[in-house]
C-alpha cells in the first residue's frame, strides 16, 4: 500500500483475507497512514530463503553454497502509521531459512581427494505475523498460531576419496541457521502500541540443525570431517521489540521462544 487508506471489514467471523500460506496481506511503504479493523487475516506466507549451491566433485571437492535467509513479516510489514482494530491476525508464518549445499566429494587423485565443506544454513525470517518498521497501534484484537521463520539446516560434508594408501578427509558440516525471533511482531524501530489484545500460541519457530561432517575414506591420514553446529535459539515467541513498546490490558500466553538446533 502506498497511499492512505481505511480498510474496514463487516465483522472478524465474516470477513477474510486469507493468504493460502503462499503470500502476505499488505506491505506497508514509509509515510503512509492505513487503518485496518474488523476482519481476520489468515494463512499468509513470507517467502523462504532459497537452497544453497552443492559444491562440485574435485581435490578438494567445492564447498557448498549458503542458505539465503527467510524473508520477514508473514502478514504484513509496515514502514509507515498502521492503526489495527477489532482483529484477528492467525496462523501466519515468516519465511524459513534455505538449506546449506551439500559440499562436493574429492575424487580419487594422488594424495587423496578431501571433501568440501557444507554451507551454512540461512536464518529464518522474523514477526511471523508482522515485522514493523514504522509506528503500529493494535487494539481489540488477537494474534494467535503465528511463527517465525525456522533456520535452514547446515549442508554436509562431501566425502573423502582415496587414493592407494593415502585417505581423503571428509568435509565439515555447515553450520545451522538460526531462528526468526518473534513469533507474532517484530517491533524493529517506531513505536509498537497495544491495547486490551490477546496474544497465544505463537512461536518463534526452530533453529536448523548442523550438517554431519564427510566420511574420511581409508587410508593413511584419513579423517572424517567434523559435524556443523546447530543455530542457537531466538527469543520472542510473541513479540520481540527493540525499541519502544506500550502494553496495557492485554494477555499473553502459551507463547512459545526458539529451540536450538
Known amino acids: 500500500l502506498n497511499k492512505n487508506v481505511s480498510i474496514s471489514g463487516e465483522n472478524a467471523d465474516s470477513t477474510i483475507i486469507d493468504g493460502n500460506n503462499s503470500t502476505r496481506a499488505f506491505i506497508i511503504t514509509s509515510g503512509v497512514n492505513v487503518t485496518i479493523s474488523n476482519l481476520t487475516i489468515q494463512n499468509c506466507k513470507a517467502s523462504d530463503g532459497a537452497t544453497g549451491a552443492s559444491g562440485t566433485a574435485g581435490n578438494p571437492g567445492g564447498n557448498g553454497g549458503p542458505g539465503s535467509d527467510g524473508a520477514e ?30 559440499g562436493g566429494y574429492g575424487n ?17 525470517g522474523s514477526g511471523g505475523a508482522i515485522a514493523n518498521h514504522g509506528n503500529l497501534t493494535i487494539s481489540n484484537s ?38 526468526g525471533g518473534a513469533g507474532a511482531i ?15 500460541n505463537n512461536s518463534a519457530d526452530l533453529s536448523g540443525n548442523g550438517g554431519n561432517g564427510g566420511i574420511g575414506q581409508e587410508g593413511t591420514s584419513s579423517t572424517n570431517g567434523t559435524g556443523g553446529n546447530g543455530g542457537h535459539a531466538e527469543g520472542g515467541g510473541a513479540i520481540y521489540s527493540q525499541t519502544t513498546l506500550n502494553i496495557t490490558n492485554s494477555n499473553l500466553y502459551n507463547n512459545t521462544a526458539g529451540q536450538g538446533g
Open 108 to 124: 580419487s587423485v594422488s594424495g587423496g581427494g578431501q571433501g568440501g565443506q557444507g554451507g551454512n544454513g540461512g536464518n529464518g
Open 73 to 102: 513479516g508473514g502478514a504484513i510489514i509496515n514502514q509507515g502509521t498502521l492503526i489495527i482494530t477489532n482483529c484477528n491476525i492467525r496462523n501466519n508464518k515468516a519465511g524459513n531459512g534455505g538449506q546449506g549445499g551439500q
Open 142 to 179: 488477537t494474534l494467535s498460531e503465528n511463527s517465525a521463520g525456522s533456520g535452514g539446516n547446515g549442508g554436509n560434508g562431501g566425502d573423502g576419496a582415496s587414493y592407494l594408501t593415502t585417505g581423503g578427509q571428509g568435509g565439515n558440516g555447515g553450520n545451522g541457521g538460526i531462528c
Open 186 to 200: 517484530h517491533n524493529h524501530c517506531g513505536t509498537l502500541t497495544i491495547n486490551n489484545s490477546n496474544f497465544f
